[in-house]
T-cell receptor, first 110, second 114 residues
Framework: AQRVTQPEKLLSVFKGAPVELKCNYSYSGSPELFWYVQYSRQRLQLLLRHISRESIKGFTADLNKGETSFHLKKPFAQEEDSAMYYCAPSLSGGYNKLIFGAGTRLAVHP | ETGVTQTPRHLVMGMTNKKSLKCEQH?????MYWYKQSAKKPLELMFV???????ENNSVPSRFSPECPNSSHLFLHLHTLQPEDSALYLC?????????????FGPGTRLTVT
């Protein structure tokens, strides 16, 4: 069965520390992978997608097909990065369907 | 207003009431979705509509009844709900109906069933 796992419910770091939010997936095909973010009292929004290979707000994510992982990283966390982060693979097979992980709350302390 | 809008933002209803949630997208997308976000579970996909046709019903109880009159509007009709149905209900849309791609979310309707 297709599954996405975010092993950490809460990640607590100090400002300026490196951050890595983990995501592992199990799919038979080749999913397209996304990270979504939800800041306090704001709507869920796309942070980045793996095919773009871009850096958004200092965050990057590399798809590791061997380990079936798509971890989100930032070298120096900022207080405004505090939010819920969701890893979401999009299934292949002809229709647009996202499966969300349980989410990781990132808390960046001053 | 641009993007995806949802009304009402908050709703309190009794178990015998009938109410409807509304979603509207101003993005010209052809796919729309309902999700349930509750405190103790991951975000759950409920329904998918492509070009007004329902293409996914993720084993949702019949007390939730979706309606998609056109590609811009999506409703979720609610009747005889249970307290465990209390959650944040999110609507989303996407430009792609047959491929893969990102989704755009509304702010959600916070539903409380008493």
């Amino acid at each position: 069965a297709q599954r996405v796992t975010q092993p950490e419910k809460l990640l607590s770091v100090f400002k300026g520390a490196p951050v890595e939010l983990k995501c592992n997936y199990s799919y038979s095909g080749s999913p397209e992978l996304f990270w979504y973010v939800q800041y306090s009292r704001q709507r869920l929004q796309l942070l980045l997608r793996h095919i773009s290979r871009e850096s958004i707000k200092g965050f990057t994510a590399d798809l590791n097909k061997g380990e079936t992982s798509f971890h989100l990283k930032k070298p120096f966390a900022q207080e405004e990065d505090s939010a819920m982060y969701y890893c979401a693979p999009s299934l292949s097979g002809g229709y647009n369907k996202l499966i969300f992980g349980a989410g990781t709350r990132l808390a960046v302390h001053p | 207003e641009t993007g995806v809008t949802q009304t009402p933002r908050h709703l309190v209803m009794g178990m015998t009431n009938k109410k409807s949630l509304k979603c509207e997208q101003h993005l010209g997308h052809n796919a729309m979705y309902w999700y349930k976000q509750s405190a103790k579970k991951p975000l759950e996909l409920m329904f998918v509509y492509n070009f007004k046709e329902q293409t996914e019903n993720n084993s949702v109880p019949s007390r939730f009844s979706p309606e998609c009159p056109n590609s811009s509007h999506l409703f979720l009709h609610l009747h005889t709900l249970q307290p465990e149905d209390s959650a944040l209900y999110l609507c989303a849309s996407s430009p792609s109906t047959s491929g893969r791609g990102e989704q755009y979310f509304g702010p959600g309707t916070r539903l409380t069933v008493t």
